[in-house]
């Protein structure tokens, strides 16, 4: 191969990531398109969220004696690259503080676990740097958001490939850059 053909492979390959850098995918909880009890859609809960937002109401139950209760969003990636999920969550109390969180078929992870109760704030995957983020094709992709603690609240799953971003408040749906 010679030099030119190598330098345009490689500013191709640049500019893909350069392209993919700064997407944010921001989601309604409530847009779902599946929802499994105990998870439920709520309106008029606690406020601060960004409207509706799901739940799995405190004493709903959890596994391993209840092992139901998700809800699955499909989302259109728009560019490959790796992505940090982030998702603003309300929990009741140490022991309600997390969801297992599937990406297509892959085993689902642990997210959550943090020691912020009772307000409205952003959590995030993965946590460390030891943990790889999330690589996604463009194309469409499903999360799903499993029972494993009650007294947990969703309101907004937000994708970014900008590893730089973090997100303060209620965030506005949809893909930008």
């Known amino acids: 191969m010679n030099k030119t053909v190598l330098k345009l492979a490689l500013l191709a390959c640049c500019a893909r990531h350069a392209a993919a850098a700064g997407h944010i ?11 499994e009890p105990p998870m439920a859609l709520t309106s008029n809960g606690v406020a601060g969220a960004s409207g509706a937002y799901l739940e799995i109401p405190e004493g709903a139950g959890n596994p391993p004696k209840l092992d139901a209760g998700k809800a699955c969003f499909t989302v259109d990636i728009p560019a490959d690259a790796a992505y940090t999920l ?3 969550v309300w929990w009741e109390g140490e022991c309600s503080n997390s969801f297992r969180v599937g990406v297509d078929d892959q085993p689902a992870f ?14 995030k995957y993965p946590v460390s740097r030891t943990t790889p ?11 799903t958001f ?30 930008r850059r």
Do not use: M
Not at 110 to 123: I, R
Not at 133 to 143: A, M, V
């Open 25 to 35: 995918l921001c989601v309604e909880a409530e847009t779902a398109q599946l929802l």
């Open 146 to 175: 499993h029972n494993r603690e009650d007294g947990v609240r969703l309101d907004q799953v937000l994708l970014s490939a900008d590893k730089r971003f973090v997100p303060v408040d209620i965030e506005a749906p949809g893909t």
């Open 110 to 123: 642990l997210l959550g676990e943090d020691a912020t109760y009772k307000s409205w704030h952003w959590v």
């Open 133 to 143: 983020p999330l690589r996604l094709t463009q194309g469409k992709h499903t999360l």
């Open 86 to 88: 982030w998702c603003r």
